[in-house]
Structures are given as structure tokens and as C-alpha cells.
Nanobody
Framework: QVQLVESGGGLVQAGGSLRLSCATS????????VGWFRQAPGKEREFVAA????????KYHDTVKGRFTISRDNAKNTVYLQMNSLKPEDTAVYYC?????????????????WGQGTQVTVSS
């Protein structure tokens, strides 16, 4: 099993920044990628960003390109999502997920393990 624990969510004004963290532990051998997804009230879960386990390849949803940056600290087994220029429409519960499938994917069915989520609220 792989455990994922998110942190760093909160309330921020539009235009502000937050950094989410996803701490990974357990049987991570074979994990190819870690991704961030989000789900707003009344909406389906959507892909935000993903990074390979090595940290060498990244993928972003078009709506966050240029504003969000995903990165991985191998020494800390932690994946970060730096979110800048936040907008009210970024308000959602953000989930971290780990998957064994390749290539790097934005599909939630390619991710096998999920964290509990962290709330991000952006006020206008």
C-alpha cells in the first residue's frame, strides 16, 4: 500500500498563493507518477497537474498552466503544488494521487492510491 497525506490548503484572496504538499510513504516501488486532482462542489473531479516519480516530466491542465508548478523532493518523498495567481474558480478540495501506469496521465483511473484531500478556498 501507498499512503498519501496532503497539507497546505486554506483560505486565500484572489491573486494570492498557496503551496500544497503531498507526503508519500509505504510501498512506493513501481510508482510512476504523482498527480494532483481537484473537485469543486457539484462538479466532477478534474486533473490539475502530474509529475513522474523521478521528477523529470510534468503535465498540466490548460487552466493552470503558467500559474501552478508541480515538483518533487526525492529526499523528502514529497510532491509540491505551488499555486500562484489564484482565482475563485480554483476553489476545490485538492487530492494527491499516485499511480503505476505510464505514460504520464491526466486520467484519474490511471492512479491507484489517493489521499484524503485538502480544502483550498479562494475569495474574490
Amino acid at each position: 500500500q501507498v499512503q498519501l497525506v496532503e497539507s497546505g490548503g486554506g483560505l486565500v484572496q484572489a491573486g494570492g498563493s498557496l503551496r500544497l504538499s503531498c507526503a508519500t510513504s509505504g510501498r512506493t516501488i513501481g510508482i510512476y507518477a504523482v498527480g494532483w486532482f481537484r473537485q469543486a462542489p457539484g462538479k466532477e473531479r478534474e486533473f490539475v497537474a502530474a509529475v513522474t516519480w523521478s521528477g523529470s516530466i510534468t503535465k498540466y491542465h490548460d487552466t493552470v498552466k503558467g500559474r501552478f508548478t508541480i515538483s518533487r523532493d526525492n529526499a523528502k518523498n514529497t510532491v509540491y503544488l505551488q499555486m500562484n495567481s489564484l482565482k475563485p474558480e480554483d476553489t476545490a478540495v485538492y487530492y494527491c494521487a499516485a499511480g503505476r501506469n505510464w505514460p504520464l496521465s491526466g486520467n484519474d483511473y490511471d492512479y491507484n492510491y489517493w489521499g484524503q484531500g485538502t480544502q483550498v478556498t479562494v475569495s474574490s
